[in-house]
């Protein structure tokens, strides 16, 4: 069966970084593309950025291009995302997802989500 | 950015019943070299991952159930529930993938039973 599957809970204080795993298997990892996507408590969902787990090549968006680094590790089929000077506003649950081939922003696999707490 | 919006935000459906849920995009999400609409829906469970419901404004992601059908292009979408089942609770989300990020949802609409 095709998965995705995140690492658990954190709880960070202001100022530090989380990482958070993606684990995939039943498929062909380095074939598609890996995207992260973060929901805060009452917003609407929001995309952080990708990675191509073949090539490694990835984009941020710039609302957090100076704060997220997403790398993948091939030989364990998983994908990385950190986020560093977390802020309050940072508490959220992430989510991995992996893009439709050929279709960019389209996300047709999702893990369970990661749920991060940035509290004092 | 694209600005997508949902309507309404909730709302409460007998058993059997349809339910119409609307997405507006700011812009047009229609791509008029192969004339898609690059507009997808998804269903959120409590405590499950989202799951892709429909893409392309109108295709059923394989595994959907008929009764989920989309419709509509340029900037007004529908999604539609024609006979509610009691699984059919959910969030549901639009969200546009038109050309380069980033990519939008809209801010969900919760569907229950009435």
């Known amino acids: 069966q095709v998965h995705l599957v995140q690492s658990g809970a954190e709880v960070e204080n202001p100022g530090a970084s989380v990482r958070v795993s993606c684990k995939a298997s039943?498929?062909?990892?380095?074939?598609?593309?890996l995207y992260w996507v973060r929901q805060a408590p009452g917003q609407r969902l929001e995309w952080m950025g990708w990675?191509?787990?073949?090539?490694?090549?990835?984009k941020y968006s710039q609302k957090f291009q100076d704060r997220v680094t997403i790398i993948r590790d091939t030989s364990a089929s998983t994908v990385y995302m950190e986020l560093s000077n977390l802020r309050s506003e940072d508490t959220a649950v992430y989510y991995c997802?992996?893009?439709?081939?050929?279709?960019?922003?389209?996300?047709?696999?999702w893990g369970q989500g990661t749920l991060v707490t940035v509290s004092s | 950015d694209f600005v997508m919006t949902q309507s309404p935000d909730s709302l409460a459906v007998s058993l059997g019943e349809r339910a119409t849920i609307s997405c507006k995009s700011s812009?047009?999400?229609?791509?008029?070299?192969?004339?898609?609409?690059?507009l997808a829906w998804y269903q959120h469970k409590p405590g499950q991952p989202p799951k892709l419901l429909i893409y392309?404004?109108?295709t059923r992601e394989s595994g959907v159930p008929d009764r989920f059908s989309g419709s509509g292009s340029g900037t007004d979408f529908t999604l539609t529930i024609s006979s509610l089942q009691a699984e059919d609770v959910a969030v549901y989300y639009c969200?546009?993938?038109?050309?380069?990020?980033?990519?939008?949802f809209g801010q969900g609409t919760r569907v229950e039973i009435k």
């Open positions: 997802a992996r893009g439709r081939l050929g279709t960019t922003g389209l996300f047709d696999l």
């Open positions: 039943g498929y062909t990892f380095i074939s598609y593309v």
């Open positions: 990675i191509s787990a073949g090539s490694g090549n990835t």
């Open positions: 812009q047009s999400v229609l791509y008029s070299s192969n004339n898609q609409n690059y």
């Open positions: 392309w404004a109108s």
């Open positions: 969200q546009q993938f038109y050309t380069n990020p980033p990519w939008t």
